[in-house]
C-alpha cells in the first residue's frame, strides 16, 4: 500500500534525482511545485510560503527530506522538519547524491538536514532521534534499487519513531 509522504528538498540541484525516488511507486507522492508554481508562492513572501508549504502537507503521514549536497541547514528545509515532527508527521532523511542527475552525474554527499533541528522536549538534535539513510551504493542504478527495496519499511519506521517520541 502506497504511504502518503511530503518531500523536502532543494530544488534547483536535486530536482532531476528528487523526481527518479518520487517515481518508484511505493510511496504516494505529493505533486511538486512547476517552476512557474514556486516563482508565485516564492513571489508572496513567507507568509504566502509557509501556507503552500502547509497546504502540501495536509493528509500526510511522513516527510521524507531527499538530502542532496546543499539541503542541510536551509530556511525552508528546517521549516518542512520542525513543521513535520510538531504535526505528528515521521520524519526520516534519505542521502540522493550517487543518484545522477539530467547530465548523468552524482555529487558529494550533504550534511544530515536533521543535525540543525532540536527536538523540542529534550533539546536533542532530531539527528539523534529520527532516522537518516545512506543507500551503500555508488552507482545511481544501485542506489535507485536500493532506496526501491527499503523506503517503505524506512516510512513505516519513521511513523513508528514519531509516535513514540512527544
Known amino acids: 500500500m502506497a504511504r502518503k509522504c511530503f518531500y523536502s528538498f ?3 540541484p536535486d530536482n ?3 523526481s527518479k525516488v518520487r517515481n518508484i511507486g511505493t510511496v504516494e507522492d505529493n505533486k511538486p511545485a512547476s517552476d512557474n508554481d514556486w516563482e508565485t508562492v516564492t ?3 513567507d ?5 503552500w508549504i502547509a497546504g502540501q502537507m495536509k493528509g500526510r503521514t511522513c516527510t521524507v527530506i531527499l538530502a ?4 542541510a541547514d536551509r530556511k525552508w528545509i528546517n521549516h518542512e522538519i520542525i513543521e513535520s515532527w ?3 508527521m515521521g520524519v526520516l532523511v534519505i542521502h540522493i547524491h550517487n543518484i545522477t542527475d539530467r547530465n548523468d552525474k552524482q555529487s558529494s554527499k550533504g550534511a544530515n538536514p536533521l543535525y540543525y533541528v532540536t ?6 538534535k532530531l539527528s ?3 532516522n537518516t539513510y545512506d543507500p551503500p551504493r555508488t552507482t545511481s542504478k544501485g542506489v535507485y534499487s536500493y532506496i526501491s527495496d527499503n523506503i517503505e519499511g524506512w516510512v513505516d519506521e519513521a511513523i513508528r519513531i514519531r509516535k513514540a517520541n512527544n
Not at 47 to 51: G, S
Not at 68 to 71: A, V
Open 47 to 51: 507568509k504566502k510560503i509557509k501556507e
Open 10 to 12: 532543494h530544488y534547483t
Open 119 to 124: 527536538h523540542g522536549p529534550t533539546k536533542k
Open 86 to 88: 510538531n504535526k505528528g
Open 128 to 130: 539523534t532521534i529520527a
Open 43 to 45: 513571489g508572496g513572501g
Open 16 to 18: 532531476w534525482r528528487v
Open 68 to 71: 542532496g549536497s546543499n539541503t
